[in-house]
Each structure stands twice: as C-alpha cells, then as structure tokens.
C-alpha cells in the first residue's frame, strides 16, 4: 500500500467495537488497543487501530489492528509446537483470516505477570545498566556496551498493574509474592526463553534480529497458554540485521522497526506521558501506518493488503464472528 492510499484510509479507522456490537450475555473488557469478549470459556479478542503510547491511547492509524492481529497469527502458527497458544480453530477457519483483526480464543485466566524477554542491552536495560541499577534484579557483568547481546537471553518480568504503569519484578519476587507458583513459573521461563530463541532464529532468516518482547500467559483447560499477542511490533523491539556491527562498533543507535518512530515524534515535541499530548497530525499517522505494514512483510514475508479496506466492512464480518462464537 503506498501513501496516498494510506491517506485515504485514515477515515476507515476502527477505533473499537460499539456497546451495540456485544451480544447480550457477553462481557466487553476495553483494553488499551484490543476490546476483549468472554463468555464462560469462550473469548474474542478484536484488535483496534487504537495506538497508545506511554500507556496512553492517542490516536488512530489505518489497518494498525489488522496487522498486529495477522502478524501474531502468524508467530502462534509457528510456534505452537513449543506452547499452545489461546486460539481456537473455527469451523469455518482462521477467524483472523475472515475478519483481519478478530481471533476466537480461549478465556484465560491471566498470569498477572509481563514477561519480558531481553537478547541485547538496550532500552530501559540500558538506562538501568548506566545508572548502576541491577535489571530486574539481575546484575550484569561489567563493561558491557551499548546495545551489545547478552551471552543468554535474560528475563525482566513486571507486575501486570490495573491502573499506571508495571513495575519491575524478578521471578523471585513474583514467586515470593504468590503471583504465580514455582512449578508454573518454571515453566513460563523455559517456555519464555524458548519462544524467544525461535523468533531469533526465524527472523535471522529475513534479515531482522528479535531484540526483545513481552509475553502474556494465561491458563485455560488447566493448562499454560501463551495468550494475548505475539512478536508484535507493539509487544517487541526489532532491528535490521544488516549494519548491526557497524552500529554497534561506532555505538550508533541500531536501525528499528517499530512503534519507537511514533514514540521519538512525542518526544520530540516535549511529551513523554505527562500533561496535554499534541495534536496526532494525519501525517504522522500516515507515516506510522506504513511502517506497521513494513514491519508486516519484513516479519511474515508478504506484502500487506487489509482484509477489509473500510472500518463498516470489518464490522460487519467482526459481528457474524461474534454471532459464531457466542451465538444470537
Ligand atoms: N485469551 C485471553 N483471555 C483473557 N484475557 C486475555 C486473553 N488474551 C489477552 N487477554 C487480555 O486482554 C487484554 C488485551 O488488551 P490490550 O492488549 O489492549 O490491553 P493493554 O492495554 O495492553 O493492557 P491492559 O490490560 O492494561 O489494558 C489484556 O488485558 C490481556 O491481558
Ligand atoms: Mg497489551
């Protein structure tokens, strides 16, 4: 898609389902980016174009639900021999497929844990590193630099907060504070790390390094599940492969592809999550749509085309999906 089709999506947005949109019976939860449906142990997960940032939404950008929805898709179906994941196949197919930006899933009950997977010092590691401050309560070895790998993965989970933002907890800590248990945190570590290591390992293959990410697990039919989503721009940090020595040598920043462009045009214009954000000019959001359907074909391979091009056509084919799942 070029720019000026991306112009003219902008009014084809969908900014979230509409009380009217949720069958009687069923419970609508908004999160920042995704409306989440339940009833009983049935749940329906619709990704809006809905962007936060600094934990707060701010604006709209065209097809953005459709590409987190169908890139997390993509990573479940490749990684559901490590750990099952909480989609549920539909008679009538991928539900992803069918709407773009809906999936049916299980209804976890979620560990209320972020796990957070980190394979280089960068980001909020690096200020901690810098500052003297341990990782999550993990003290690296001196003299690392700037953006360099760790030897191993590491893991920084946080707590997952109703109101604000996450705070930082070693699996320890989780453990200690009854959060989740030893044996299942065993688990979502080995799980977490092996996760990881097959995004390194299939994005190595189109040129990109996994940086890091976050996983959500939950647990249904007494089971661990990965839930939520997936080595999403949203949920991960990916470099271009291509120059990362170079960088790293001259300690130059790496070259991104994600959501830290929209970040960086806060930041530049003073907000960092405090106070009145600026206006989101259409520009912007133009410019942050084709980097989400960018990061599209870089992960999965293939050119992005949205599944629906207008916001009336998705709820359409987002209802008949409810109306499958939960009846009515
Ligand atoms: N299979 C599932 N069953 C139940 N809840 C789920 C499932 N998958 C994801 N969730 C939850 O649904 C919500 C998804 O919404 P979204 O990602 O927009 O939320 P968020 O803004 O990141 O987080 P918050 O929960 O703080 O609003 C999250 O709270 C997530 O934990
Ligand atoms: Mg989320």
């Given at each position: 898609?070029?720019?000026?089709?991306?112009?003219?999506?902008?009014?084809?947005?969908?900014?979230?389902?509409?009380?009217?949109?949720?069958?009687?019976?069923?419970?609508?939860?908004?999160?920042?980016?995704?409306?989440?449906?339940?009833?009983?142990?049935?749940?329906?997960?619709?990704?809006?174009?809905?962007?936060?940032?600094?934990?707060?939404?701010?604006?709209?950008?065209?097809?953005?639900?459709?590409?987190?929805?169908?890139?997390?898709?993509?990573?479940?179906?490749?990684?559901?021999?490590?750990?099952?994941?909480?989609?549920?196949?539909?008679?009538?197919?991928?539900?992803?497929?069918?709407?773009?930006?809906?999936?049916?899933?299980?209804?976890?009950d979620?560990?209320?844990?972020?796990?957070?997977?980190?394979?280089?010092?960068?980001?909020?590691?690096?200020?901690?590193?810098?500052?003297?401050?341990?990782?999550?309560?993990?003290?690296?070895?001196?003299?690392?630099?700037?953006?360099?790998?760790?030897?191993?993965?590491?893991?920084?989970?946080s707590?997952?907060?109703?109101?604000?933002?996450d705070?930082p907890?070693?699996g320890?800590?989780?453990?200690?504070?009854?959060?989740?248990?030893?044996?299942?945190?065993?688990?979502?570590?080995?799980?977490?790390?092996?996760?990881?290591?097959?995004?390194?390992?299939?994005?190595?293959?189109?040129?990109?390094?996994?940086?890091?990410?976050?996983y959500?697990?939950?647990?249904?039919?007494?089971?661990?599940?990965?839930?939520?989503?997936?080595?999403?721009?949203?949920?991960?940090?990916?470099?271009?492969?291509?120059?990362?020595?170079?960088?790293?040598?001259?300690?130059?920043?790496?070259?991104?592809?994600?959501?830290?462009?929209?970040?960086?045009?806060?930041?530049?214009?003073?907000?960092?999550?405090?106070?009145?954000?600026?206006?989101?000019?259409?520009?912007?959001?133009?410019?942050?749509?084709?980097?989400?359907?960018?990061?599209?074909?870089?992960?999965?391979?293939?050119?992005?085309?949205?599944?629906?091009?207008?916001?009336?056509?998705?709820?359409?084919?987002?209802?008949?999906?409810?109306?499958?799942?939960?009846?009515?």
């Open positions: 898609m070029n720019e000026s089709a991306c112009r003219l999506a902008l009014g084809q947005c969908f900014d979230g389902l509409r009380d009217t949109d949720v069958p009687t019976g069923v419970s609508l939860y908004r999160g920042k980016v995704r409306d989440v449906l339940s009833k009983g142990t049935k749940a329906v997960l619709v990704a809006s174009d809905r962007i936060s940032a600094f934990d707060r939404v701010l604006s709209t950008v065209p097809y953005k639900g459709e590409v987190l929805t169908r890139i997390s898709s993509w990573w479940f179906r490749n990684t559901e021999d490590i750990i099952p994941n909480h989609l549920v196949p539909l008679s009538l197919g991928d539900a992803s497929q069918r709407t773009g930006r809906a999936v049916a899933a299980k209804r976890c979620m560990v209320n844990a972020e796990v957070v997977v980190r394979g280089y010092l960068t980001g909020s590691a690096w200020r901690d590193y810098q500052a003297g401050r341990p990782v999550s309560g993990i003290v690296l070895p001196s003299g690392l630099r700037y953006c360099q790998q760790f030897p191993q993965p590491i893991l920084t989970p707590t997952k907060e109703a109101e604000g933002h705070t907890a070693s320890q800590e989780l453990v200690a504070s009854g959060v989740v248990s030893a044996d299942l945190w065993q688990e979502i570590e080995r799980a977490s790390i092996a996760l990881y290591k097959r995004g390194q390992q299939l994005m190595a293959q189109r040129g990109l390094i996994l940086v890091d990410t976050k959500e697990f939950g647990i249904a039919d007494g089971r661990l599940v990965i839930a939520d989503e997936i080595h999403t721009p949203d949920s991960s940090r990916y470099w271009y492969a291509d120059g990362y020595a170079e960088r790293f040598a001259s300690g130059d920043h790496q070259k991104e592809l994600d959501k830290e462009t929209f970040r960086r045009w806060l930041v530049d214009r003073g907000f960092s999550g405090d106070g009145d954000a600026p206006a989101i000019d259409d520009d912007v959001r133009c410019q942050t749509a084709l980097r989400y359907m960018e990061a599209f074909k870089a992960i999965t391979g293939n050119d992005f085309e949205p599944v629906h091009g207008t916001a009336h056509a998705a709820r359409v084919a987002v209802a008949s999906l409810l109306a499958e799942v939960f009846g009515g």
